[in-house]
């Protein structure tokens, strides 16, 4: 699995990649909302029953939330 900031470096460095990671992109949404899933499914429930969800920021902000505040030594 990718991580966020790597998933935006390859992105960065393909065209074809960028496409399939654009937050206005149908299948970026979807490889998002899979992404959300796997990472958060005691959230997607929530998630999902709200109307138009763009899984890119969703994400991007609850990964910020629950990962990056996570110390190194745990």
């Given at each position: 699995?990718?991580?966020?900031?790597?998933?935006?470096?390859?992105?960065?460095?393909?065209?074809?990649?960028?496409?399939?990671?654009?937050?206005?992109?149908?299948?970026?949404?979807?490889?998002?909302?899979?992404?959300?899933?796997?990472?958060?499914?005691?959230?997607?429930?929530?998630?999902?029953?709200?109307?138009?969800?763009?899984?890119?920021?969703?994400f991007k902000a609850?990964?910020?939330?629950?990962?990056?505040?996570?110390?190194?030594?745990?």
């Open positions: 699995h990718l991580t966020p900031e790597q998933i935006s470096s390859a992105a960065r460095t393909s065209k074809q990649f960028h496409r399939m990671t654009d937050q206005h992109n149908l299948a970026a949404q979807s490889l998002w909302e899979t992404k959300f899933k796997l990472h958060f499914p005691h959230l997607y429930p929530a998630e999902n029953a709200k109307p138009k969800v763009n899984w890119i920021e969703r609850v990964y910020k939330d629950e990962y990056l505040q996570l110390s190194p030594d745990r």
